[in-house]
């Protein structure tokens, strides 16, 4: 039995870097674009402008060397072009993550230079006609790479809008081929704390894992991540491959996945082992369910100053609703 720390402040909002820091220094970008404070920005050792251009060397360094390169950008898929909401600025996106491999705090950008994204390979195993595990350039090869727009909503109530490249999750299931008698699909994260040092903090459940009903991924929502912005993604997304449910709180997108494990028992999952009263399995976003210590009937966009309504299901209601119809008794929105 894993022994954790106190709960109290192993949250992941308590965690986090202060707002505060994080926009100051996109104002101070501003400031510096807008002219009116060029003086304080010369002045700095590191401005914030130029941290702009090294996040931008990064990301852009990690997609040209990456062995897919040549399948961007893919072809939009014109269903889902637009998310209703301004798309995010690249640079706003790659420096805000959470990946706690990397540490628990959100500006993780720098250390996650360090995840080894090849070699790599994604085992399939459980309830599937054969098990398997496949190089991650012959998997992503054999898939039709597409881009969608979507929303991203974490619990902790700031938004963002992505780019993002990759193909249907369903196409990931018929891929395991699973048996008819499998229910879930479950996902983990790799295990090295060698390489990603939060995997030292012995109280958190490693590997991240999380989980899915088979109708669930089977919705053609669900996305397996493999590029943003055009581009394979840099590590801080979670390369070379990841989950977006994009109905879900962020913490059900599992990123850097290695295993995928078809099941009829509904997975333990990272958050909601840690913190059961807090982060449940299905996780749907609802404005009018609060999260235990704080309301989830707004949303801070990221990049701008602005504060939204939340929306049942992220705005995606139509889509998946369907999906919980008789099932009044889960828990379905924590
Ligand atoms: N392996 C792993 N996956 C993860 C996390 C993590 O810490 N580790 N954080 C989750 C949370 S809480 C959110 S909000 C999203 C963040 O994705 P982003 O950094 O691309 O915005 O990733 C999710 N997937
Ligand atoms: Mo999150």
Redesign the pocket.
């Known amino acids: 039995m894993l022994i954790k720390a106190p709960r109290a402040w192993e949250l992941?909002e308590r965690l986090a870097t202060p707002e505060s820091v994080y926009l100051n220094r996109r104002e101070l970008a501003k400031g510096i674009a807008a002219g009116s404070i060029i003086a304080a920005g010369a002045a700095a050792p590191f401005s914030s402008a130029s941290a702009d251009d090294a996040v931008i060397e990064q990301v852009n360094g990690q997609a040209a060397a990456d062995p897919t390169a040549d399948l961007y950008p893919a072809q939009m898929n014109a269903a889902y072009s637009d998310a209703g909401r301004p798309i995010t600025a690249e640079v706003d996106?790659a420096t805000?993550?959470?990946?706690?491999?990397f540490g628990s705090h959100k500006q993780i950008w720098q250390r996650a230079e360090d995840l080894q994204r090849r070699p790599w390979a994604v085992t399939f195993d459980g309830m599937v006609e054969e098990e398997k595990t496949v190089d991650i350039d012959t998997l992503i090869r054999s898939m039709q790479l597409e881009e969608r727009v979507y929303r991203?909503r974490?619990?902790?109530a700031w938004s963002?809008v992505?780019p993002w490249t990759g193909f249907p999750l369903s196409a990931l299931v018929d891929f395991a081929r699973p048996l008819g008698s499998a229910k879930y699909v479950v996902f983990q994260?790799f295990e090295d704390p060698d390489m990603a040092p939060g995997q030292s903090q012995f109280w958190y459940p490693w590997p991240?894992t999380e989980g899915v009903t088979v109708a669930e991924a089977e919705n053609d929502l669900g996305f397996i991540v493999t590029g943003t912005y055009g581009k394979p993604m840099a590590n801080?997304?979670?390369a070379p491959l990841?989950l977006h449910l994009p109905w879900k709180?962020?913490?059900k997108?599992?990123?850097?996945i290695v295993r995928v494990t078809l099941t009829d028992e509904r997975p333990m999952t990272?958050w909601e082992e840690l913190v059961p009263s807090e982060y449940g399995f299905w996780a749907n976003v609802n404005p009018e369910v609060d999260h235990p210590r704080w309301s989830q009937a707004t949303e801070r966009v990221l990049g701008t100053s602005d504060r939204i309504p939340t929306e049942l299901y992220n705005g995606y209601a139509e889509q998946v609703a369907g999906l919980y119809e008789g099932m009044e008794g889960e828990r379905l929105f924590l």
């Open positions: 992941p996106n805000y993550n959470n990946f706690y491999e991203h974490c619990v902790e963002m992505i994260t991240y801080q997304f979670g990841r709180y962020g913490f997108s599992i990123k850097s990272f």
